[in-house]
């Protein structure tokens, strides 16, 4: 039986996780690394598909939680720690390398991209699914850039950017495929609670609140809860956002 609690963020993207994973055409049996896993939400689905399935991360914490899911469903899914910039596997060792909304926040997406090649085979898939600069999402980190200081690494949107990840995936890939696809968020509580439930349960904003002073959380927060309201669809006290994302499927020459 799967514990919900053990993913209370993830929960709310399942739907759409699924649909992601459904178009990509996945059959039993294959072996299919999932990179940035955080607690297994798409290897999850895919190891109840029949997939041969290795999920790594570099949040620990988030690791614990995706094996004590897979026990809970008798899954056998190996996870593992994994930077997404030097992954800890051989060269094309795996059929499907995939990563939704994960592997766009390493700092590094050149390494990235040549790491998600070099452990694909040949002919295998690589996909990912990444949130767009035009999207609610981008629009929600351009709203947190305003208050803290640059990282100095790339904007982990630019990876919704067809003609950036067209750049940054040329050596060995045969072909690129780019479709803009639509994440539907559907929350049963308003868009206050809905700022609150990101600060607490997703890593880039607690990261954003952290690094402020208490004024500074103030305004921010009332940006954000701003920005949720003028993009909600729900009429009642519940939240509806719709948030674009560039779902990226590449073929390994």
Known sequence: MDDWRLRPFSRFMEKDAEQFFRRLGVTPGTRLLDVGCGAGQLALIAAREGAQVIGCDIATNWLDKARASAAAERLAITFEEGDAESLPYQDAQFDAVISLIGAMFAPRPDRVAAELTRVCRPGGMIAMANWTPGGFIGQMFKAIA????????????????????????????????FVLRVYHFDYPFPPAAVVEFFRTNYGPMSRAFASLHMPG??????????????????ADNTTKVDAEYLEVIATRG
């Not at 803290?148 to 690129?176: C, F, N, Q």
């Not at 959380?217 to 729900?234: F, H, P």
């Open 146 to 177: 305003k208050h803290i200081a640059p990282s100095g690494m790339p904007s982990p949107v630019l990876w919704g950017d067809e003609a950036t990840v067209r750049d940054r995936l040329r050596e060995g890939i045969a072909d690129l495929k």
């Open 217 to 234: 959380q103030e305004i921010l927060r009332g940006e954000l809860v701003s920005l949720w309201s003028a993009q909600n669809k729900a």
